[in-house]
C-alpha cells in the first residue's frame, strides 16, 4: 500500500515538474497559495519522501507473483 501511495506522489511531481517545465506553470502552487504556502510545502515534501521510497523499488527483490 505505501508503495502505490508513493507512486502517487511521484506521478504527481513530474506532473508538477513537467508543467512547469513546459508552462512556466506550477500546479501545486497555483491550487494552494504560492510556493511558499504550508500546505503547498507539505506537498513538496511529500513528493521528495515518495522519490526517495521509489528509489527503493529499484533495488527490491521481485517474487514470481510479483512479475
Do not use: K, P
Amino acid at each position: 500500500m505505501l508503495d502505490r501511495i508513493a507512486l502517487i506522489l511521484v506521478i504527481i511531481g513530474a506532473v508538477n515538474w513537467g508543467a512547469i517545465g513546459l508552462f512556466r506553470y506550477d500546479i501545486v502552487a497555483h491550487l494552494f497559495g504560492g510556493q511558499a504556502a504550508t500546505v503547498s510545502r507539505i506537498i513538496y515534501t511529500l513528493v521528495a519522501l515518495a522519490g526517495l521510497w521509489c528509489i527503493t523499488l529499484l533495488f527490491r527483490r521481485r517474487t514470481t507473483a510479483e512479475i
